[in-house]
């Protein structure tokens, strides 16, 4: 013990503390539903409806020219939510109305054409300022969707303020992973991120990947621990290779409610080529494009 | 009237003593305060100091032939004067808890307690004092003091806190904790030893002195510290501390949890035997020692991957300094010095009695160590076993509780207060000898007083 100083306990304990990230919680006071009179319709509006009484959110459903407006106004008044007077013609319209209403998130049913799909799904999340949930199938819990997230990061670590929505939308109990997936070139960025201590910086291969993993890990759950609103389990993997053959691994594995991709800075969405890829293939469940 | 029976057997020449001309006795008394006053000025290395003088006082007894040369088997008188039973328990004890520690379950509970504290300033003098007193009953105070004053500096960053308040009350805290058992600081093994004191009968005695010695430091160093250990009240405030402790991680100071495990029960099974020691069988048979080393063996069995560093671990330092001080005192025996010591003892503390004899080995203590000074007191109370049980308990208890709160007066005192003030002065945080003694004489003297009125309860029980 002698030969232990001062010092090397020092270092244990510094190690054994980390700098709590600061990720906010996303302000949800706005939130805005799209209808297009669709069977996805009700999904829509029972996830706004959910965010509402979780969040006290004020909620505005737009419809689309094809939607009833009486249909429209009854299901939403069922719900305390406040239906637009005027319908959107078309996506452009949409995003001039979500902006002036400031809205912090669209839930989208996406459409059952393919073509349009591609269009109106690229308009709506590259013009629009909040991301976007888009809904590609009947939900049947909206508490569900929430419960179960899978975030795909790339890049290395620093944008963290992109995990706020995850953090945010998931589910007290609930599950929230990152999976991170990086080159080998970025693989040292993402350990000085994250703060490795010198000899695990010395690893390399799984093991480094696995330490890596221990320290994200660490973060994200301070995160969690700090906020002690919500007590959810939050999960970090970093893994080298091509994201979308990982994220499609995963997500045949893990039974997930919601999938996560892309960034969002300074009030737009930013998708690569890999994130944009990704929006479009995961199919099965709703898609938060950041 | 103040009952020191051994006085005359040392007189006696029973205990190993003969007539030994006034001169001569002179001479290894001047030998011995020489000694002590070296050792309370660390000028020299204390193990080598020791044993220098242990072999100048060699020679010069056998020059005056205090050893008989007798033929036959038999073992040398200065092997004879080594309390090897002491030697053992020190032995033992630290492979024990060198091995303990490195399964990092201290750091994890202090870890956990930072946590538990919320951040709040008073919590975190609290739960930190607290964990000191109890770490520095089952690891020695340096290493106690070493731990927690660590985690203290680093916790105290995050909080921006001054961290001066904490250490000083964590550096007096470990001497109170070093009342708590019987292998919880030397002293208490000499006198222990001597005194043919139990594991669980230590424990009982000085058990609830601990833990009221403890609430009242605590009220001292709120009524002392003022601000700097305020709670928290504005609730931003609160939200940060909490963040910032949160961040802690207890689980990042265990590097093998197998063995962080297997540990745990080690402790706690070792704990177990030295506490039911008089009820195992065949273990009742032989001395804490033997529960001590069965302790080390047992853990280095855990450990079995790295045996010869943990034995590296072994304070030899400290194990060469029990050889030489031994020697020094059995000298002292048969030179006459430990009776003219007795004599005056039994004439300074006549009129005081116990609690008279508790505050002389505090004063002592408080300026040199305390280790020779029970050792001493050992020695003069029992020279041998008849002799030491003829000893009233609550006098035993009194060198017990002097010397080791005597250390918190002065920050040379104790290992531990010199480690508190080592680690502010390398954070550049100095506080001066004055400074210290304003501080440590508050809580020391408050400690005494109640143990003075303990021992007083003790006398009409025990």
Redesign the interface.
């Known amino acids: ?6 010092d090397e ?2 270092s ?9 990230l600061n990720i906010a919680n996303v302000d949800l006071a706005r939130v805005s539903a799209v209808v297009k009179g669709d069977p996805l319709d009700e999904s829509i509006l029972d996830l706004a409806s959910h965010l509402k009484t979780r969040f006290g959110s004020e909620v505005r459903v737009y419809r689309s020219t094809g939607a009833d407006a009486d249909t429209v106004f009854a299901a939403a008044r069922k719900r305390s939510l406040s239906p637009a007077e005027e319908p959107f013609n078309s996506t452009a319209e949409l995003v001039g109305q979500v902006s002036i209403e400031r809205s912090q998130l669209v839930l989208f049913p996406e459409p059952a054409d393919e073509a349009a799909r591609t269009i109106d799904i690229d308009h709506l999340v590259q013009g629009a300022a909040p991301p976007v949930l888009l809904v590609r199938s009947p939900v049947d819990k909206p508490a569900d969707v929430f419960g179960k997230i899978l975030h795909s990061l790339t890049g290395n670590f620093q944008q963290t303020q992109n995990f706020a929505h995850s953090f945010t939308l998931a589910e007290s109990g609930g599950v929230l992973l990152l999976l991170h997936t990086v080159t080998s070139d970025e693989l040292a960025d993402v350990r000085d991120a994250l703060q490795v201590s010198p000899d695990i910086a010395d690893e390399e291969g799984d093991e480094l990947l696995e330490s890596m993993a221990h320290h994200g890990e ?1 973060f994200l759950k ?1 995160v969690v ?2 906020s ?1 609103r919500r007590s959810f389990d939050v999960g970090y993997r970093i893994l080298i290779g091509d994201v979308v053959s990982i994220v499609q691994q995963e997500l045949e594995i893990g039974d997930y409610g919601m999938f996560v991709v892309g960034s969002h800075r300074e009030g737009h969405s930013y998708l690569g080529a890999s994130d944009y890829q990704l929006m479009h293939v995961v199919r099965g469940i709703p898609v938060l494009a950041l | 009237m103040f009952n020191l029976p051994c006085t005359a057997l040392l007189a006696s020449g029973d205990s190993g003593t003969a007539a030994v001309p006034p001169h001569q006795t002179w001479i290894f008394a001047a030998l011995l305060v020489v000694t002590l006053l070296l050792l309370a000025t660390e000028k020299i290395q204390k193990t080598v100091l020791v044993l220098i003088s242990a072999l100048v006082c060699l020679f010069l007894a056998d020059y005056w032939g205090f050893f008989p040369h007798t033929a036959g088997h038999h073992l040398p008188v200065y092997i004879e004067m080594i309390e090897w039973e002491v030697i053992g328990i020190v032995i033992g004890a630290t492979v024990f ?2 091995i303990a ?1 490195r399964s990092g379950i201290f ?1 994890w509970i ?2 956990k307690m930072l946590k538990a504290s919320r951040g709040d300033p008073f919590r975190l003098l609290i739960f930190l004092s607290v964990l000191t007193t109890v770490f520095s009953a089952f690891l ?1 105070n ?2 106690a003091m ?2 927690i ?3 203290t ?3 105290c960053r ?1 909080l921006d806190l001054n961290p001066m308040p904490f250490l000083v009350t964590e550096g007096i805290m470990t001497n109170v904790g070093g009342l708590l058992t019987l292998i919880s600081s030397i002293p208490n093994i000499i006198v222990g030893k001597a005194a043919d004191i139990s594991y669980l009968t230590f424990l009982v005695v000085t058990g609830p002195y601990t833990i009221i010695a403890i609430v009242v430091s605590m009220l001292i160093a709120r009524w002392l510290f003022g601000s700097a250990v305020q709670p928290l009240t504005e609730q931003a405030a609160k939200a940060h501390n ?3 402790v ?5 689980w ?2 265990v590097k093998d949890r197998k063995f962080f495990r297997t540990s745990i029960v080690g402790i706690i099974l070792v704990i177990l035997a030295f506490a039911l020691k008089p009820q195992i069988p065949i273990l009742r048979d032989f001395g804490i020692e033997v529960v001590a080393m069965l302790a080390a063996v047992f853990m280095l069995l855990l450990h079995a991957d790295d045996v010869e560093h943990d034995l590296d ?1 072994v ?1 030899w330092s400290l194990v060469f300094f029990f050889v030489g001080l031994f020697i020094i005192i059995g000298v002292m025996e048969r030179g006459g010095v430990l009776l003219q010591i007795g004599t005056l003892l039994s004439g300074l503390t006549d009129k005081t009695g116990t609690v008279g004899l508790m505050w002389f080995t505090a004063l002592f203590s408080s300026v040199t160590d305390n280790i020779p000074l029970a050792a001493m007191m050992a020695k003069i109370f029992g020279p041998t076993p008849e002799a030491a049980a003829a000893v009233d308990r609550a006098q035993w208890f009194a060198v017990v509780f002097g010397a080791n709160l005597g250390g918190n007066i002065t920050p040379i005192g104790s290992a531990s207060t010199v ?1 508190a003030c ?2 502010l002065k ?1 954070h550049g945080l100095k506080v001066s000898f004055l400074g210290f003694v304003k501080i440590g004489a508050v809580f020391a003297a408050a400690q005494l007083l109640l143990a003075s009125g303990y021992l007083l309860i003790l006398q009409r029980l025990l």
Do not use: N
């Open positions: 013990m002698r030969e232990r100083s001062l306990f020092e244990i304990f510094e190690q054994a503390s980390i700098p709590v660490r301070a621990a700090a002690r | 808890v060198e520690a750091t202090s870890v020695d340096i290493t070493i731990i004053g660590s985690l500096v680093v916790a995050k909490l963040a910032a949160t961040a802690f991680d207890e990042e100071t671990d304070e480690v080592t680690i390398k």
